[in-house]
Structures are given as C-alpha cells and as structure tokens.
C-alpha cells in the first residue's frame, strides 16, 4: 500500500507570514494528490486537488505544487481563519489514504 | 445546495454492529463515487471505504476490510456502512464525502462532506 508522510508535524507562524507544507508519497502517485483543511470542530476541506488545481472558492494564497514524489502545500499571507490541520491524500489507487496531518497555529 | 447528513452513530458494545446512513441531496448522487472517512479522537483523518457510482466497485481500508461494508441506494441517495465485530479502535466521528466524478470517471478525493456522526465502542 502507499503510505503518505508530511512535515513538519506542526508549525507556528505569525500572521502575513509564508506557510509550506510537505508531502511524500512511498509510491508513485503522479499528480493524483489532495489537499484539505480541517479547522477545529469542522470537518475537513477541500482545498488542492491533482496536486497543484485550486478548488473553486478557495482563497488564492493557498497554492501546491509537485516534483517528482514531492508534493507541497503553500500558504501565502498566513491570515487567522487558516488555523487548523492540513492534510494531503493519495487518490491514485485504494487504499486512498491520508498523511498524518500538520497543524497550522498563530504565535 | 449540496449536502450530505450523517446518522446513526450510537454506542455499541465491543463486538456489536451498527449501521451508519448517510443521506445526500442537491447533485445526481447516482453520478458520483462516494467515501467514508474517519476520525479517531484527537488524532488525524483515516479513509475507511469507498464505492463507485454504480456501486459495482468498493474499496476497504486494510483495518475494516472483512468487518465493514459500503453500500448505496441510489434511488434513495443514501449511502450505508454496515459495521460489524467493532472493537475500541473503532471508535471515531464517521464523516460521509463525496468524491470527485466526472463523465463516468471517479477520482477518489473529496469535494463535499457531510459533519459528522460519532461512533463510540465501549462496554
């Protein structure tokens, strides 16, 4: 089975600030990689699929990008509203799992 | 509006069964595959299963595989997940998600969740 890892587990940035995320997949997935949000108490949201396509109504400081095995979440201009924990996800094939997650918070 | 709404969730004995539903509205829901994804408390998402629009293909995460069963009834839009032999580690918020389709093809990430139904394993 393909197995995703994300780093950093957690992170602490001021707001303004640049915010990136990674993502690894054991396999390869080509492009067919997501990215939710998930703010406390909410469920979870779309924000990034096929690696790098924003879903429509999310903010345009919310960006991802891939090399090779290497996917990347980036959060441009950090604002209050984008804490939570932020998880990517392989679709390429079953089991369509998730990473472990990376909590965004405020210092 | 798109919505998905969760039931069913209950306390259940290790061992017991449960069987959550999962009702869609506002798309074509025999059009679209759909998932369930779960969440242990205070820890990270886990895609349990998922099944294709037509409910000819399903996908099992390898902890539930044998134990749980997806199923829909696209002539009422609800999605199933019948949970049997449950044990502790069962015990999570249970989201229902629709996953991306288009022209007859699925793409197994998720555009539309539902909020949750809680399931909780205990004697």
């Known amino acids: 089975d393909i197995q995703m890892t994300q780093s950093p587990p957690s992170l602490s940035a001021s707001v303004g600030d640049r915010v990136t995320i990674t993502c690894r997949a054991s396999q390869g997935i080509a492009s067919y990689l997501a990215w939710y949000q998930q703010r406390p108490g909410e469920a979870p949201k779309l924000l990034i699929y096929?690696?790098?396509s924003l879903e429509p109504g999310v903010p345009s400081r919310f960006s991802g990008s891939r090399s090779g095995a290497d996917f990347t979440l980036t959060i441009t201009n950090l604002q209050p509203e984008d804490v939570g924990t932020y998880y990517c996800?392989?679709?390429?094939?079953?089991?369509?799992?998730f990473g472990p997650g990376t909590k965004v918070d405020l210092k | 509006e798109l919505k998905l709404l969760e039931s069913g969730g209950d306390l259940v004995q290790p061992g017991g069964s449960l069987r959550l539903s999962c009702a869609a509205s506002g798309f074509s829901f025999n059009n679209f595959a759909m998932s369930w994804v779960r969440q242990a408390p205070g820890k990270g998402l886990e895609w349990v299963s998922a099944?294709?629009?037509?409910?000819?293909?399903?996908f099992y995460a390898d902890s539930v595989k044998g134990r749980f069963t997806i199923s829909r009834d696209s002539s009422k839009s609800m999605l199933f997940l019948q949970m049997t032999n449950v044990s502790a580690e069962d015990t999570a918020m249970f989201y229902c998600?629709?996953?991306?389709?288009?022209?007859?093809?699925?793409?197994?990430?998720?555009?539309?969740w539902g909020k949750g139904t809680t399931v909780t394993v205990s004697s």
């Open positions: 996800q392989n679709y390429n094939r079953a089991p369509f799992a």
């Open positions: 096929a690696a790098s």
């Open positions: 998600a629709r996953a991306y389709s288009v022209q007859g093809y699925y793409y197994y990430y998720m555009d539309v």
């Open positions: 099944i294709s629009g037509t409910g000819d293909e399903t």
